[in-house]
């Protein structure tokens, strides 16, 4: 079987139709409002990473057997170490900031919640903030020396024999269960929380 490949306007179609089944997933999900969000961060709630680590255990097993049957296709591409610690401290740091994610900001807003257009007008002024720094991060950042075989180790996680996939989804069961008993998942429904916001 060929892999997966779209082009040309079934590409778009395709992207519109899994981008809105992701935003109901968020809205649905409740991991698109703010609150949850928040009280994931105060220890409230671990609604948040209970739904995250399920989606990629179920994602994972998904992928797995897609590309045994040659659905698609893995294609990465290569990564700088210091950028990408970098790139996730500043993305950590912006959600503990505006209490949301691209993502969920995006959703959230499409659903008339105002406060998440702080968090999307942000977005758009990083694009071109991002495209100045990275010139500067050219010199400095992208020159620094990764770890001993960083780029050894993850080639190995995604072309060897080893089971990734399982293993992912295994670590995400184990981290569900661990918010499910450690934190719980919120007995407020979406109506509820979306007047508290």
């Not at 928040?38 to 990473?49: A, H, P, R, V």
């Not at 661990?178 to 934190?183: S, W």
Request: aromatic share 18%.
């Amino acid at each position: 079987m060929e892999p997966l490949s779209l082009s040309g306007t079934p590409r778009l179609i395709a992207g519109l139709l899994l981008g809105t089944a992701f935003g109901f997933f968020l809205i649905q999900s409740e991991v698109a409002w703010r609150k949850t969000m928040l009280d994931q961060l105060s220890m409230k709630n671990g609604k948040f990473f209970k739904v995250l680590f399920s989606s990629l255990a179920i994602g994972a097993v998904l992928f797995y057997f897609a590309k045994n049957y040659g659905i698609v296709q893995i294609q990465t591409r290569p990564a700088f170490f210091w950028g990408s610690v970098t790139g996730g401290m500043l993305f950590a740091g912006g959600i503990a900031l505006c209490g949301q994610f691209p993502d969920g900001a995006v959703a959230s807003l499409a659903t008339g919640k105002i406060y998440s257009l702080w968090t999307f007008i942000g977005m758009l002024l990083a694009l071109p903030s991002v495209h100045f720094v990275s010139k500067k991060l050219s010199e400095t950042i992208y020159k620094w020396p990764a770890p001993s075989f960083y780029a050894d180790r993850m080639e190995k996680l995604f072309s060897s024999a080893h089971n990734l996939y399982f293993w992912v989804a295994a670590f995400s069961v184990l981290m569900f269960f661990f918010f499910e008993f450690i934190q719980g998942g919120g007995e407020e429904d979406s109506e509820e929380k979306a007047e508290k916001d």
